[in-house]
């Protein structure tokens, strides 16, 4: 019956086994999965888009293959991440449409526009940063798809965080304009960088649920405590300061802590009222609708194909 089912399943997360795709699980893990992996492919999708931007006017041809090469690779996270939602019965057509309707969240950060070049560093650096926490912790997720995608996923996003920060390093230390530029992309960057991780653990619906099944293995804060105690030391030595006049090191718990973090944005930027959110929606909308003439095609030929070996 369903509690000893459940007890087994708790079991199996508590040996640290993977759950593979056609294995019981309860309904609700099932949904948790869809709404978080489904989440994170649009992340990826959208997320092409406020460094796309920058693909034509790239100061160099090194920059403009690194940042190529980056966004081909986000298009493939999304691509790994959709297809691991599939195995939980959900479709393709479904998630998409969710997000081309405004119905579907994804993540808050790329509803900011890039005002400058400095700005593609700084998210490489940061942002990047923030979602490799993120996701190394996701790669120990109990479910086995996901948590495979993530592995491949966090190679990749490792060079997207080296490529930002060597950008941001030689930036910082160039010349007066050069060093204004990336200061000012910090501090644009950063607040919603950190609210990336999500809010905090007590305002956090889903965290104690996902733990407990092994979906996550850290907590919202936890994430952004990582985040900072690493970032924080390489911002200021590189002659950086984060926009937070109260950001201090505490030497009792060896942490550093920051200022309050502006919740009423990310509410707002996250329900659809951020800066670029109405932009990034007509922008993914219009690649699907351009994108229509190719899915077609594909379709019409897989069905020759099948035709004509059926023959
Ligand atoms: N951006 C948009 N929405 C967010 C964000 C964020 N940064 N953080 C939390 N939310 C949403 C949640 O999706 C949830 O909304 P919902 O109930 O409508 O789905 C609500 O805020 C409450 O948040 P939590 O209870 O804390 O949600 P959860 O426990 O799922 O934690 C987190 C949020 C950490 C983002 C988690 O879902 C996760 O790890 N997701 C997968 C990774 C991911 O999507 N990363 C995207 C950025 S990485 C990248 O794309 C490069």
């Known amino acids: 019956d ?3 089912r459940l007890e087994e399943f708790e079991a199996r997360i508590a040996r640290g086994e993977k759950i593979e795709p056609g294995d019981w699980m309860p309904a609700e893990y099932r949904r948790q999965l869809i709404r978080m992996i489904s989440q994170h492919a649009h992340s990826e999708w959208v997320g092409m888009l406020p460094e796309g931007a920058w693909i034509p006017r790239a ?6 293959l690194i940042l190529l090469a980056k966004v081909q690779d986000e298009a493939g996270h999304g691509q790994y991440l959709y297809h691991a939602a599939e195995t939980l019965g959900v479709t393709r057509e479904e998630m998409v ?4 309707s405004g119905k579907a969240k994804y993540s808050n950060i790329f509803n900011y526009p890039t005002l400058t070049w400095a700005d593609v560093g700084i998210i490489g650096w940061l942002v990047d940063g923030m979602a490799i926490k993120n996701q190394t912790m996701l790669a120990q997720c109990s479910y086995g798809p996901y948590s495979r ?3 491949r996923i966090c190679a990749e996003e490792t060079f997207h965080h080296k490529q930002g920060k060597e950008a941001v ?4 230390k160039g010349s007066p304009k050069q060093r204004r530029m990336v200061q000012d992309a910090l501090n644009r960057w950063w607040w919603p960088t950190l609210m990336m991780a999500g809010p905090h653990d ?6 104690p649920l996902l733990l407990r099944w092994g ?3 850290k907590t919202n804060d936890q994430i952004r405590q990582e985040f900072l105690d690493e970032h924080v030391p390489e911002l200021l030595e590189a002659g950086l300061v984060p926009p937070d006049p109260e950001l201090r090191y505490d030497e009792k718990t060896g942490h550093w802590v920051h200022g309050p973090i502006p919740w009423d944005e990310f509410w707002k930027v996250i329900n659809g009222e951020g800066p670029m959110n109405r932009h990034r929606l007509l922008a993914r909308q219009r690649a699907h609708e351009e994108g229509r003439w190719v899915r077609e095609a594909l379709e019409a030929y897989s069905k020759r194909r099948l035709a004509q070996a059926a023959d």
């Open 59 to 64: 100061p160099s041809l090194r920059r403009k």
């Open 149 to 151: 995608a993530m592995v």
């Open 2 to 4: 369903y509690q000893e």
């Open 202 to 207: 007590t305002d956090s619906p889903h965290t």
């Open 97 to 100: 449409e969710a997000l081309l």
């Open 169 to 172: 390093l030689l930036y910082a």
């Open 215 to 217: 979906i996550k293995t």
